[in-house]
């Protein structure tokens, strides 16, 4: 086999559905492959932040390695930001970006997509992958992506290989998949008992689940070790839609003093909270009312728990969830609870709000036959989903990258196979909402939902008086009728009700329903989260 083939069939045995990517020169001879063995589909989008998007999203809805590739210099750079935030969001993306062969590096010329030196690529990229490597000698190429590709696993973060451009086509000798990176069971063990006696003589435990649950799959573990210690259990904001299809009741996202007075009493009060696979980030824990007590938080996260003022290392969560249940009885099984039933919303001609939008979306999945993920950028359109049903969910609540929403819908579709619904502000959509106009080529159709005010709200929320923010209007339904989509433009209840509905019988393109804001209406989470973080931040400064 030639070395792109082992590639892409190691990527595929370790769980990639697709690869994500751009041609450019640099990486030709490795697409030619791609399209030639087919062992993994190609997805190509129209810019490399969008391909960056929904590979991101495609991985945390399989939680396993999403493949991208990307040419050497101006495709790989225009990828950071999406990189990025997969690294801080632990992610895990295999990127794949071509350069410069041998011959080319030492032939004495500035080669074009080239910055400061040949190796500025390599070099930004290890600041946000958690492992990088070279193919020079084909030789060397199975040990690297095996190494590579189990980086990618046991950390869930982004990783990097540089193909030199005439490296695909060497022959090569087939992949052998590492196994876990091993560690102390003996550590895990004493970890777990350490933890379990801190549960069980605790007055008020309860459980706050994040990120890592999902990256890791680990929700049906996490359920039931919810079920057998019978401890509350909440996400983050960063977690929203975590155990959405399990039988554990969550009741409720923590937002600190943004968010349910009760919910932040019970976190914030309890004496011995368990924060699995959380990332203390000020959008995860900022607004809280308290410090957690350091004597009392127990952080499991990135391989490491942390109990009070020590810590065990090299605990992967995956074992210390399975040693915990271990040391558990199993109790009766439990029925999944029946849904909350759906605050009444009446679909009159009142003006639409931001909350508006979040019950006739809790009334439209109520109503659905089909489970329906979320897929939302940054921005009041994440706030929002905080009051739309409990269902599987991909947003970048930590690293906050505007357009991620709309490539990142694209990559769900991909990977699920379930028609989402698309949360965007119209900034957002400005940036990365032409990847719609592909669904056609790829045979999607999700439901998008825009929030159209004519501005950055966000920024406004938090600097009033700036004039930045100000976008104009755009006519985005429209627009979308030219890409090949149906665009319903609507202001009032009555009309986003019976454009919802239209939208679930429009099968087989995408529906993009631009919803027409007030400027200044921004849902009631939004508002209090900016409030209490401002504050915070006066205090402090």
């Keep these: 086999m030639r070395l792109g083939e082992v590639l892409l069939?190691?990527?595929?045995?370790?769980?990639?559905?697709?690869?994500?990517?751009?041609?450019?020169d640099f990486i030709l001879p490795f697409f030619e492959q791609v399209e030639q063995s087919d062992i993994l589909p190609l997805v190509t989008l129209s810019h490399e932040p969008g391909i960056g998007f929904a590979a991101d999203a495609s991985a945390r809805m399989s939680c396993k390695p999403a493949a991208v590739a990307v040419t050497y210099g101006a495709g790989a750079l225009n990828l950071v930001n999406a990189v990025a935030g997969a690294y801080a969001e632990r992610s895990p993306l295999f990127?794949?970006?071509?350069?410069?062969s041998e011959a080319e590096r030492g032939s004495?010329?500035?080669?074009?997509?080239?910055?400061?030196?040949l190796d500025s690529q390599y070099r930004i990229f290890a600041e946000i992958t958690c492992?990088?490597?070279?193919?020079?000698?084909?030789?060397?190429?199975?040990?690297?992506?095996?190494?590579?590709?189990r980086s990618c696993e046991t950390y869930s973060q982004p990783v990097l290989l540089e193909l030199p451009r005439d490296m695909a086509t060497e022959p090569c000798e087939p992949v052998t998949l590492r196994g876990p990176v091993p560690f102390e069971a003996d550590a895990v063990n004493a970890c777990a008992e350490e933890v379990l006696q801190r549960l069980q003589s605790a007055e008020s435990p309860v459980l706050v689940v994040d990120v890592e649950i999902r990256r890791y799959s680990l929700e049906a573990e996490v359920a039931e070790l919810a079920h057998r210690l019978n401890t509350p259990v909440v996400t983050t904001l960063m977690g929203r839609g975590l155990l959405a299809e399990t039988p554990v009741p969550v009741l409720g996202t923590y937002l600190g003093e943004a968010g349910d007075p009760a919910l932040?009493?019970?976190?914030?009060?309890?004496?011995?909270?368990?924060?699995?696979?959380?990332?203390?980030?000020?959008?995860?824990f900022g607004p809280s009312g308290r410090r957690f007590d350091v004597r009392k938080a127990m952080l499991v996260s990135n391989r490491q728990v942390d109990l009070g003022y020590h810590s065990y290392h090299n605990v992967p969560i995956g074992a210390l969830v399975q040693a915990l249940l271990d040391r558990l009885p199993e109790t009766a099984a439990r029925a999944r609870p029946e849904p909350p039933e759906t605050p009444q919303w009446e679909a009159?001609?009142?003006?639409?709000?931001?909350?508006?939008?979040a019950l006739g979306i809790n009334e439209f999945l109520a109503e659905s036959r089909e489970p329906i993920p979320l897929a939302s950028d940054i921005g009041d359109c994440l706030f929002t989903s905080l009051d739309i049903t409990h269902?599987?969910?991909?947003?970048?609540?930590?690293?906050?990258?505007?357009?991620?929403?709309?490539?990142?819908?694209?990559?769900?579709?991909?990977t699920t196979g379930q028609r989402p619904i698309i949360l965007v502000g119209d900034g957002a959509f400005q940036m990365t909402g032409w990847e719609l106009g592909n669904c056609p080529r790829l045979g999607?159709?999700?439901?998008v939902v825009l929030f159209n005010n004519r501005r950055w709200e966000m920024i406004r929320v938090f600097q009033p008086n700036s004039r930045c923010s100000e976008l104009g209007d755009w006519h985005y339904a429209g627009l979308a009728d030219e890409l090949g989509g149906l665009g319903l433009r609507v202001a009032t209840r009555r009309d986003f009700k019976a454009a919802l509905k239209e939208a679930d019988q429009a099968r087989g393109s995408f529906v993009l329903i631009e919803a027409m804001l007030e400027p200044d209406a921004v849902s009631p989470t939004l508002r209090q989260f900016a409030d209490r973080l401002q504050a915070k931040r006066k205090a402090a400064g």
């Design 108 to 117: 004495g010329f500035l080669l074009h997509h080239q910055a400061k030196t």
């Design 264 to 284: 932040a009493q019970l976190v914030e009060e309890s004496d011995a909270p368990l924060l699995l696979g959380a990332i203390l980030s000020d959008s995860n």
């Design 9 to 24: 069939s190691a990527l595929k045995d370790a769980g990639a559905r697709h690869l994500y990517g751009i041609p450019g």
């Design 444 to 447: 999607l159709d999700p439901i």
């Design 348 to 357: 009159d001609d009142q003006p639409l709000t931001p909350r508006d939008i």
């Design 391 to 414: 269902t599987p969910m991909v947003a970048p609540g930590y690293y906050a990258s505007m357009g991620f929403g709309v490539p990142a819908g694209i990559g769900v579709q991909l």
């Design 95 to 100: 990127v794949i970006a071509g350069c410069p």
């Design 131 to 149: 492992d990088q490597a070279r193919i020079t000698r084909a030789e060397d190429a199975p040990e690297i992506i095996a190494r590579l590709i």
